[in-house]
């Protein structure tokens, strides 16, 4: 009895340790929202809507002129705030966190 009851154990261990193993490492969903004062014509969001939209892991973008800002939801994993500062920037629209 002993010995069947140490083989399920061991047979359990083993298959959660694989499944660690194996398991994707899962990735946060984060929304901010930047600040984007340079923008100072209605085709600027689009130029910086293009921008963010090419960054690996931005899922969604929306872009207002009148307020001057862009909400991005990006998978933390693939990208940072950070990289897609860089990215207005690198557009000519310097951004920030809006707080």
Do not use: H
């Amino acid at each position: 009895m002993k010995t069947q009851i140490s083989a399920q154990a061991k047979k359990l261990f083993t298959s959660l340790a694989l499944a660690a193993v194996v398991a994707p490492v899962w990735a946060a969903t984060q929304t901010i929202t930047l600040s984007v004062p340079g923008m100072t014509c209605a085709a600027c969001p689009i130029t910086v809507k293009k921008a963010i939209s090419k960054v690996e892991g931005v899922s969604k973008v929306d872009v207002t002129f009148e307020k001057r800002e862009a909400i991005v939801t990006f998978d933390d994993v693939k990208t940072s705030v950070q990289k897609l500062t860089k990215t207005t920037e690198d557009a000519g629209y310097p951004s920030s966190v809006k707080n």
